[in-house]
């Protein structure tokens, strides 16, 4: 009987090291996830801040070429014709540019 009382002891304590390990690796698993989170979150915020920035400096180029086509145009119909489409294909472009930014990161 003390050999059985014995055996079961040692099964008590084994089985208390294999649930502490199990928590252990537990706990890593939630520090890493966490970890990865806040990464996740560090780079999205990143990239929306540049996305941002980006929204920004392109309207403001946007405004810029369409007020140089109407100075170079002076009021000439015929050369307003000629740079409004390529006002509109720098005002797509950009657009475009915003839009796209960031895919496959």
């Not at 999205?44 to 086509?69: I, K, N």
């Amino acid at each position: 009987m003390g050999d059985l009382i014995r055996y079961e002891g040692g099964g008590s304590r084994a089985a208390a090291r294999r649930s502490s390990r199990r928590m252990r690796e537990v706990q890593e698993r939630g520090e890493l996830d966490l970890a990865q989170l806040v990464n996740t979150g560090r780079r999205a915020e990143a990239r929306a801040m540049v996305r941002r920035r980006l929204a920004e400096d392109g309207m403001a180029d946007v405004a810029d070429v369409g007020q140089l086509a109407r100075e170079l145009s002076n009021g000439d119909q015929f050369v307003a014709s000629l740079l409004i489409p390529i006002v509109q294909e720098f005002a797509q472009t950009t657009a475009r540019d915003i839009r796209e930014f960031g895919r496959g990161f």
